[in-house]
């Protein structure tokens, strides 16, 4: 039995941390699928399908990791794609506690899936897309934010 996870979320836009977490999460799982989450009520800011295309390119040589797109709740997501993981990151107490109340729920709607999560580095703890938008948008250096070689431009 393969063991896949699902690292879902916004991504906009991918960055250090995320890439962080996915690779240093490889040696636990057979397939890594991260999951752009369509949210209706969220407004977005980099394109959808330029968020997928940054995250594409950086791991185009991963062939563990694919990269997907999906609406709807993340635990019908999971079945779909077979993931009996869900992957996240942890950087602060605020972190856990909205962690905790999500994993909690996907747990209530289906036991079959297990919530896995890893601390953050302490380097990319303060890390948030929030703020690398808005240094981006007020054209600040985010170079140290974003993945190696991955350039935001549109
Ligand atoms: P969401 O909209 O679901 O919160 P995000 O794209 O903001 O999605 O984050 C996806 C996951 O990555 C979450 O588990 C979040 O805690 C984690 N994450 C975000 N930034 C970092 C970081 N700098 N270091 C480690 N994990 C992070």
């Known amino acids: 039995m393969e063991r896949i996870a699902l690292f879902p979320g916004s991504f906009d836009p991918f960055t250090a941390g995320h890439e962080s977490i996915v690779r240093r999460a490889l040696p636990l799982f057979d397939k890594i ?3 752009i989450g369509i949210n209706d009520d969220k407004k977005d800011y980099f394109p959808l399908n330029h968020r997928k295309k940054w995250i594409e390119e950086l791991f185009k040589d991963d062939e563990k990791v694919e990269i997907k797109t999906y609406s709807g709740l993340t635990v019908d997501y999971c079945d779909e794609v077979r993931a009996k993981f869900i992957l996240r990151g942890l950087r602060t107490s605020a972190d856990f506690e909205f962690e905790r109340a999500i994993a909690q729920t996907n747990k209530m709607m289906d036991k079959k899936i297990e919530t896995v999560f890893l601390l953050t ?23 140290n934010l974003i993945p190696k070689g991955i350039s935001l431009d549109l």
């Open 121 to 143: 580095l302490p380097e990319h703890s303060f890390i948030t897309s929030s703020t690398v938008r808005e240094v981006y948008k007020n054209g600040g250096d985010i170079s």
């Open 33 to 35: 699928i991260i999951g």
